[in-house]
């Protein structure tokens, strides 16, 4: 099932998102969210764009949203793209869905571009943009720096 978000949704988010942030450079992040920042997260977002939650018997196993990728006005028709999925459920089809989910809202809301943005190497993140039809438009070399080691970024563009 696939619904949208509620602050209720912020302990079990934490928990799928500080595992990325912790182990992982997938986020740029490195400490842990808390609920109450999370949580405000959460109403940041959800007051101007779409932030959606699978389930699996009340069981959350992944999310995804939207928020403003450049503050400058020309580019309010473009948002940036975010997905993460319990480890334990990766592989199933689960962001397949979520995606497909997030870009049929954002369709509605007029977005013209959506721009995923992926550390590398993902494999399995530049697969899954690649599968919904995102394609790459930029790789920024060694602009992050998490766990003693430099990270390449890159832009991947879905146009609606």
């Not at 109403?43 to 403003?68: D, F, M, N, R």
């Not at 592989?91 to 049929?104: A, E, R, V």
């Not at 930029?138 to 720096?145: L, T």
Request: aromatic share 12%; net charge positive.
């Amino acid at each position: 099932m696939i619904r949208n978000v509620t602050i209720n949704d912020a302990k079990k988010i934490c928990d799928i998102y500080n595992h990325y942030v912790q182990n992982t450079t997938i986020s740029f992040e490195k400490q842990p969210v808390s609920v109450p920042e999370m949580k405000k997260r959460i109403q940041k977002i959800t007051a101007s764009y779409p932030w959606l939650v699978s389930e699996k018997t009340h069981i959350i196993t992944g999310y995804t949203y939207a928020s403003t990728w450049m503050v400058r006005s020309a580019y309010k028709y473009t948002v940036e793209s975010t997905i993460y999925l319990d480890p334990t459920f990766k592989g199933k089809g689960i962001g397949s869905k979520l995606y497909g989910s997030l870009i049929t809202e954002l369709c509605k809301l007029s977005v013209h571009s959506v721009i995923g943005i992926i550390t590398l190497p993902n494999p399995a993140s530049v697969a899954l943009h690649e599968k919904m039809g995102f394609e790459k438009v930029a790789h920024y070399k060694e602009v992050g720096w998490k766990f003693n080691k430099w990270i390449d970024v890159g832009h991947w563009e879905l146009v609606l």
